[in-house]
């Protein structure tokens, strides 16, 4: 088990930026995936963005596709998200995930995760 805190979000305005960071408890991060998830109200948790172990395989949803990055530190044991060009519809509170069971490359599925961090809030106004 691992635990996760995100920090970094806040309230901004279209067309900025923002990078969340997630740490994680533990010597073993390294034999993690890891994921970025967000729920807007009203609305399902969304896969943002997934991460190997080793961080040479990234995954990113088509919505953010160009405009995030996931990146990961394991010395640092710390997983960020880079957002630019951020668009009112990129509103959400953001999960950082961990999964022990991701082997290979990184996973969109949200069950493939075990452990959640309890979000940031990204509010990004028009």
């Known amino acids: 088990q691992v635990q996760l805190v995100e920090s970094g979000g806040g309230l901004l305005q279209a067309g900025g930026s923002l990078r969340l960071s997630c740490a994680a408890s533990g010597r073993t991060f390294s034999t993690y995936g890891m994921g970025w998830f967000r729920q807007a109200p009203g609305k399902t948790r969304e896969f943002v963005a997934a991460i190997s172990r080793s961080g040479d395989i990234t995954h990113h949803a088509d919505s953010v596709k160009g405009r995030f990055t996931i990146s990961r530190d394991n010395a640092k044991n710390k997983v960020y998200l880079q957002m630019n060009s951020l668009k009112p519809e990129d509103t959400a509170v953001y999960y950082c995930?961990?999964?022990?069971?991701?082997?290979?490359?990184?996973?969109?599925?949200?069950?493939?995760?075990?452990?959640w961090g309890q979000g940031t809030q990204v509010t990004v106004s028009s």
């Open positions: 995930a961990a999964g022990s069971r991701i082997i290979y490359g990184g996973s969109r599925n949200p069950n493939d995760y075990d452990d």
